[in-house]
């Protein structure tokens, strides 16, 4: 089944007594665009994410929203080195009574002594523990939240298969009415080529040789048989592809185009106002077909 490239997806879960939610929101773009917010200090999540989406997700700007509510976070310790603290505050009295000055120190002012207030950081093999702990949590909503976002864009995917089907089904109907018109242009040319020549020669016998060459040509100049064809088979690959499981986008693109191509070379071989105004109406349709198809994986 195809996708869309526009979707939205989002899940959250509570593991290991963190709280986790994943956001996901896409929109149209050539490529694999990927970009993610987590909150701070949680920087080492972006690479992980990035690779999950990249193996799930073929085209598309997607944006990922992360936020952890964590009560396991690795927390830093605070030492106070008391006997150093009494030493500075005796130093700060002795200079203070040498100079006549009143000492003042107060418990902050005390803190701010160098190594009086320490921070003892976590183990690193503790912390690189937490963090593929908390890595392995983030993925495991993240690939739910993901497994949403598919299913909205498959479903908006199966809408635009049924418009492209329809209006597909609709142009077959155009190139069916071509293929019965086309001839007749011909055999109106060989009438009125014929009804000329009797004109011009007051009557007299027509060269029927001579006639039949100039109507081939004719015929062969305005032919449009091998367009017609090959239209044909533009559209069933179009069919076809609108009905793969894999990210056709790129590919019905370019088909499109050919397709168009062909339509484009009908209409000015083609020397007839019938087949002019449904190549309009097949030109139209094309364009309908293009602007869904902007919107395929």
Do not use: W
Not at 165 to 176: F, L, P
Not at 273 to 292: G, L, N, S
Request: charged fraction near 30%.
């Amino acid at each position: 089944m195809i996708c869309s490239m526009t979707g939205y997806g989002r899940f959250e879960n509570t593991l290991n007594n963190r709280k986790i939610t994943v956001e996901l929101r896409s929109v149209n773009h050539r490529f694999l665009e990927f970009s993610s917010r987590v909150p701070r200090g949680y920087m080492f999540l972006e690479d992980g994410l990035k690779s999950l989406v990249q193996k799930r997700v073929n085209r598309g700007k997607v944006e990922m929203f992360v936020s952890i509510d964590d009560e396991n976070e690795v927390e830093c310790g605070i030492t106070v080195n008391h006997s150093l603290a009494t030493q500075y505050i005796a130093a700060v009295k002795e200079i203070a009574e040498k100079n006549g000055m009143e000492p003042k120190v107060s418990a902050l002012d005390a803190a701010r002594f160098p190594e009086v207030v320490t921070v003892k950081k976590a183990d690193e093999e503790d912390f690189e523990a937490y963090q593929k702990q908390v890595l392995d949590d983030v993925l495991s909503v993240a690939n739910v939240a993901i497994d949403n976002f598919i299913n909205m864009r498959k479903t908006e995917g199966e809408s635009l298969k049924n418009d492209v089907e329809s209006r597909v089904n609709i142009i077959y109907q155009a190139v069916e009415k071509i293929e019965v018109v086309a001839p007749q242009t011909v055999e109106r040319y060989s009438e009125r080529l014929r009804e000329k020549i009797t004109e011009f020669l007051g009557g007299a016998q027509v060269d029927e040789q001579r006639l039949l060459t100039e109507v081939a040509i004719y015929a062969d100049r305005v032919a449009t048989d091998e367009e017609t064809v090959r239209l044909r088979s533009h559209l069933g690959q179009i069919i076809e592809m609108v009905n793969s499981d894999n990210a056709v986008g790129r590919k019905l693109d370019f088909i499109l185009q050919e397709a168009n191509r062909e339509i484009n070379t009908i209409g000015s071989k083609a020397q007839n106002t019938d087949i002019a105004k449904v190549v309009v109406d097949v030109k139209a349709e094309f364009e309908k077909i293009r602007e869904q198809i902007q919107n395929i994986e």
